[in-house]
């Protein structure tokens, strides 16, 4: 019943987006942990065969297979059946044709992740894998849970639009991907923050309660080119405060949120879309960025190692 509810809603999204701006204006990012890494290897490993596999095809199907739920944490027998069929030749356009849900979900998916994974420059040599890093350095510790959607009461009675990820002030925040700096300064619900957006401008990245005194760092301004690994930040506890530079957070922590940018008006109007990255974080957790510090300086980042090996 809730499936069936849920693609109706699905349906009707499609229909309005088609009716009023033919932009999506809704999306439940729900795929969990296993199935992400499934798609992932799946793409990876097929990569230098003569059926390369995609990463948001094979996520879009599973989902519009089961209309947009999935069963239990484990791998998708799905997936498993789709690649099987792609192997044996069939084609996903033909596979997908009467698939209601397969176009909405392909592009909702790409939105998300469709810078994740594809070619990558490194030591002057081209790879292929995850080109997207987790928001914390790699050595530092933090602690996080599935909080999104939670209540929140300062200013005014709110749903939490974004995952916390708890540690110790003062750990390197990394930029995801490359983008540039469209938001710097100080909000009194995020404290010292910054916002960027990806170059295709589909994807804007809020990172929140950075550090009192010395958020950012060095050279990051409003404008600026990042990319993907650079330390854009440190973590903090700053926010809930009408007056700057203020730390009213009990709790260290690193607000990030993902908002999802079909059409311009989506980015501060209505129509807003932020998506549930619990999952993302989880799977990101193995491309993370370490830094240095040469003699005492500022954080930068150091000597990347490999694009998220998998088990």
Same mark, same amino acid.
Request: aromatic share 12%; glycine share 12%; charged share 25%.
């Given at each position: +019943?809730? =499936?069936?509810?849920?693609? !109706?809603?699905?349906?009707?999204?499609?229909?309005? =987006?088609?009716?009023?701006?033919?932009?999506?204006?809704?999306?439940?990012? @729900?795929?969990?942990?296993?199935?992400?890494?499934?798609?992932?290897?799946?793409?990876?490993?097929?990569?230098?065969?003569? !059926?390369?596999?995609?990463?948001?095809?094979?996520?879009?199907?599973?989902?519009?297979? @089961?209309?947009?739920?999935?069963?239990?944490?484990?791998?998708?027998?799905?997936?498993?059946?789709?690649? $099987?069929?792609?192997?044996?030749?069939?084609?996903?356009?033909?596979?997908?044709?009467? +698939?209601?849900?397969?176009?909405?979900?392909?592009?909702?998916?790409?939105?998300?992740?469709?810078?994740?994974?594809?070619?990558?420059? $490194?030591?002057?040599?081209?790879?292929?894998?995850?080109? #997207?890093?987790?928001?914390? =350095?790699?050595?530092?510790?933090?602690?996080?849970?599935?909080?999104?959607?939670?209540?929140?009461?300062?200013?005014?009675?709110?749903?939490?639009?974004?995952?916390?990820?708890?540690?110790?002030i003062g750990t390197p925040i990394i930029a995801v991907e490359d983008g540039i700096v469209e938001a710097l300064?100080?909000?009194?619900?995020?404290?010292?923050?910054?916002?960027?957006?990806?170059?295709?401008? $589909?994807?804007?990245?809020?990172?929140?309660?950075?550090?009192?005194?010395?958020?950012?760092?060095?050279?990051?301004?409003?404008?600026?080119?990042?990319?993907?690994?650079?330390?854009?930040?440190?973590?903090?506890?700053?926010?809930?405060?009408?007056?700057?530079? #203020?730390?009213?957070?009990?709790?260290?922590?690193?607000?990030?949120?993902?908002?999802?940018?079909?059409?311009e008006s989506q980015k501060d109007g209505n129509n807003q879309i932020w998506i549930d990255t619990y999952a993302?974080?989880?799977?990101?957790?193995?491309?993370? +960025?370490? #830094?240095?510090?040469?003699?005492?300086?500022?954080?930068?980042?150091? #000597?990347?190692?490999?694009?998220?090996?998998?088990?």
């Amino acid at each position: +019943m809730k =499936a069936l509810i849920l693609a !109706m809603v699905i349906a009707l999204a499609a229909q309005g =987006a088609a009716e009023d701006g033919d932009y999506i204006k809704w999306i439940d990012f @729900n795929i969990p942990l296993a199935v992400l890494k499934q798609a992932y290897k799946y793409d990876v490993e097929s990569q230098n065969s003569d !059926m390369p596999l995609d990463f948001v095809q094979l996520l879009a199907y599973t989902s519009a297979k @089961n209309w947009g739920t999935f069963k239990g944490s484990g791998e998708s027998a799905d997936m498993s059946a789709l690649v $099987k069929r792609l192997r044996a030749g069939e084609r996903i356009g033909e596979i997908t044709a009467d +698939m209601k849900l397969y176009d909405h979900y392909l592009r909702a998916y790409g939105a998300v992740l469709g810078s994740f994974v594809g070619h990558y420059e $490194k030591d002057g040599e081209i790879h292929y894998g995850l080109r #997207v890093f987790s928001p914390i =350095a790699k050595g530092f510790g933090y602690g996080h849970s599935d909080d999104f959607g939670n209540p929140r009461n300062y200013g005014y009675k709110r749903s939490h639009l974004g995952h916390d990820m708890f540690g110790s002030i003062g750990t390197p925040i990394i930029a995801v991907e490359d983008g540039i700096v469209e938001a710097l300064g100080w909000n009194q619900y995020g404290g010292w923050r910054v916002g960027i957006r990806s170059l295709d401008r $589909k994807r804007y990245y809020y990172y929140a309660h950075l550090r009192k005194d010395k958020p950012y760092a060095e050279g990051l301004e409003e404008g600026a080119r990042v990319r993907a690994g650079d330390v854009i930040g440190f973590l903090g506890n700053t926010g809930y405060s009408t007056r700057e530079n #203020v730390a009213n957070l009990k709790q260290p922590h690193l607000h990030f949120g993902l908002q999802i940018i079909f059409d311009e008006s989506q980015k501060d109007g209505n129509n807003q879309i932020w998506i549930d990255t619990y999952a993302l974080i989880k799977f990101l957790e193995k491309n993370r +960025m370490p #830094v240095e510090r040469p003699q005492g300086g500022a954080y930068r980042r150091g #000597v990347e190692t490999c694009s998220f090996p998998m088990e």
